[in-house]
């Protein structure tokens, strides 16, 4: 389970890029070269011993471009990835599962370059071969590739959020579910394995809802308002049945406190995402009750001891984008109140303070639960100043 003390949901891509980022010295950088170089030999060794389209140099050419990636020599990256990619396609066909990894590092690859025009191209044609592979045929042997493409797709969409990354997010779910169902029938739908798939489809199925929530105008302009109600339904209720699903696993296989508790806790927070707060509240207090059984104070202190803001992925990564140190009272549904802006007043400017004000008017928060009973809380943390996607609408009437 993901670890509460930071904000769900955020980019794995975009935390193993800060954490390499902050590591890199001058004593790495020649490590990787001399590792770019050993690529090199061993491909023209593996070439000239067994032919230059021999299905070992696949593995070795992605590598090989995904280390020249890591360098910014994205020219030469694309070349190995797109070597890699062929030789796959000459040893097992053009719509054969085995070429998703190179595929999907090169097109990485080329928007790290800023080659934006073949992206498109390249996301269709990885799109048409998901499509083409899953077909109910998967193996257990498929079960690594089926969640990593899975996670790969989703994390697509989570850092662009537009509508032609769209795609992506429905394949990231069709996958993720294809993933499921295999652990369910290798193992049993208790096992705790499952639950790998289970979180992929939880965290897709929770942003198709904000999506199709968020995205009216489509349907209404194509007369499909009813079936944009069917979709949404449904998607928000796999979401919900995933994660209720993760709870049951954990209960089933004596799970700790404090993972079982972590499930709750990530139920409640995809319901108060929807500001269903009514039934987030006794998620949260079932939460709380399970770590009070355990006398586990310092998780209910740090996981339900105060409001925790459930910022997105596009707020969490904050890149370039200016801190605000938010100081908050935070209601019992979960809303901001009596905002105050920490720091020295001589710094801060009118703008900082409004885009400060309107970012926060779309920010959920877990709200905190003391002796069993939800209250409203304070709280202060920094807040990434950029417009995050639109909080998606309420889905009371599911309550």
């Known amino acids: 389970m993901r670890n509460l003390l930071t904000p769900l949901f955020l980019s794995a891509s975009v935390a193993i890029a800060a954490e390499q980022e902050s590591?890199?010295?001058?004593?790495?950088?020649?490590?990787?070269?001399?590792?770019?170089?050993?690529?090199?030999?061993?491909?023209?060794?593996?070439?000239?011993?067994?032919?230059?389209?021999?299905?070992?140099?696949?593995?070795?050419?992605?590598?090989?471009?995904?280390q020249l990636a890591k360098q910014g020599n994205y020219r030469e990256a694309i070349s190995a990835l797109s070597q890699a990619l062929q030789i796959s396609r000459v040893n097992h066909g053009p719509y054969a599962r085995q070429q998703e990894p190179a595929l999907r590092s090169l097109i990485d690859a080329t928007e790290a370059s800023g080659e934006s025009v073949h992206i498109e191209l390249l996301s269709k044609r990885l799109l048409d071969l998901n499509n083409h592979t899953l077909n109910g045929n998967e193996s257990i042997e498929d079960l690594g590739l089926l969640l990593n493409s899975s996670s790969w797709h989703l994390n697509r969409y989570i850092n662009l959020r537009s509508a032609?990354?769209?795609p992506h997010l429905q394949m990231a779910v069709r996958l993720a579910n294809s993933a499921e169902k295999l652990l369910s029938n290798h193992h049993s739908p208790e096992h705790i394995a499952v639950i790998d798939a289970l979180e992929l489809v939880a965290r897709g199925n929770f942003y198709l809802t904000a999506h199709y929530l968020n995205d009216l105008r489509f349907f209404f302009s194509q007369r499909q308002s009813s079936l944009h109600e069917q979709l949404t339904e449904k998607v928000f209720q796999?979401?919900?049945?995933?994660?209720?699903?993760?709870?049951?696993?954990?209960?089933?296989?004596?799970?700790?406190?404090?993972?079982?508790?972590?499930?709750?806790?990530?139920?409640?927070?995809?319901?108060?995402?929807?500001?269903?707060?009514?039934?987030?509240?006794?998620?949260?207090?079932?939460?709380?009750?399970t770590l009070h059984q355990a006398n586990?104070?310092?998780?209910?202190?740090?996981?339900?001891?105060?409001?925790?803001?459930?910022?997105?992925s596009n707020l969490s990564a904050t890149g370039n984008a200016p801190l605000a140190r938010i100081k908050a009272q935070v209601s019992v549904n979960g809303k901001a109140e009596k905002v105050e802006i920490l720091g020295d007043p001589a710094t801060q400017s009118p703008e900082l303070a409004s885009a400060a004000e309107t970012a926060l008017q779309k920010v959920?928060?877990?709200?905190?639960?003391?002796?069993?009973?939800?209250v409203p809380g304070m709280v202060e943390f920094d807040l990434p100043i950029k417009e995050p996607a639109a909080h998606p609408q309420s889905l009371h009437r599911q309550e």
Not at 36 to 64: K, R
Not at 269 to 274: G, I, K, M, S, T
Not at 296 to 312: H, K, M, T, Y
């Open 23 to 66: 590591t890199q010295t001058p004593s790495s950088s020649l490590h990787t070269e001399a590792n770019t170089a050993s690529y090199e030999i061993q491909i023209e060794e593996q070439a000239a011993l067994l032919g230059p389209f021999d299905s070992s140099l696949v593995e070795l050419y992605q590598q090989q471009g995904e």
């Open 164 to 166: 032609t990354t769209l």
């Open 238 to 289: 796999d979401g919900l049945a995933a994660h209720r699903r993760m709870i049951k696993i954990h209960q089933s296989n004596n799970a700790t406190a404090g993972q079982i508790a972590s499930a709750q806790i990530e139920l409640g927070d995809y319901l108060q995402r929807f500001q269903l707060t009514n039934v987030s509240h006794k998620v949260y207090k079932n939460a709380w009750q």
């Open 296 to 312: 586990n104070e310092d998780l209910l202190a740090s996981w339900l001891g105060q409001p925790v803001p459930l910022l997105e």
């Open 364 to 374: 959920v928060f877990r709200t905190a639960v003391i002796d069993g009973e939800v």
